[in-house]
């Protein structure tokens, strides 16, 4: 079975930084696309970031100057650096993944979730 796990996430100050990972079990990321979402109660669960199977990378525009998504191919995993926390990072983090070329920053694309993280961002 296809699964994510992710790892990192926290109470962080703000102005801090952190790394969430993504990693697979029952299968390898090479041809797959993988997402970040973030969400928050009450809203949407919304694309920050992706990376393509061929290093395309893709961020929102609310995002773009301080999140940083990497891939590392050896370890079989997929990174998020977020530097620069502010209190609307705050939610539930999730990568995803698909089958595919490209990467979208659209949720419905993808069919594989992580378990979700929690991040939060203290003044």
């Known amino acids: 079975q296809e699964r994510l796990a992710q790892t990192g996430g926290g109470l962080v100050p703000a102005g801090g930084s952190l790394r969430l990972s993504c990693s697979p079990s029952g299968f390898v990321m090479g041809l797959y696309a993988i997402g970040w979402f973030r969400q928050v109660p009450g809203k949407e669960r919304e694309g920050v970031s992706c990376?393509?199977?061929?290093?395309?990378?893709k961020y929102s525009e609310s995002v773009r100057d301080r999140f940083t998504i990497s891939r590392d191919k050896a370890k079989n995993t997929v990174y998020l650096q977020i530097d620069t926390l502010q209190a609307e990072d705050t939610g539930a983090y999730y990568c995803?993944?698909?089958?595919?070329?490209?990467?979208?920053?659209?949720?419905?694309?993808?069919?594989?979730w992580g378990q979700g993280t929690q991040v939060i961002v203290s003044s």
């Open positions: 995803a993944a698909y089958y595919g070329a490209g990467c979208q920053l659209g949720k419905s694309t993808y069919n594989v």
């Open positions: 990376i393509s199977h061929s290093g395309e990378l």
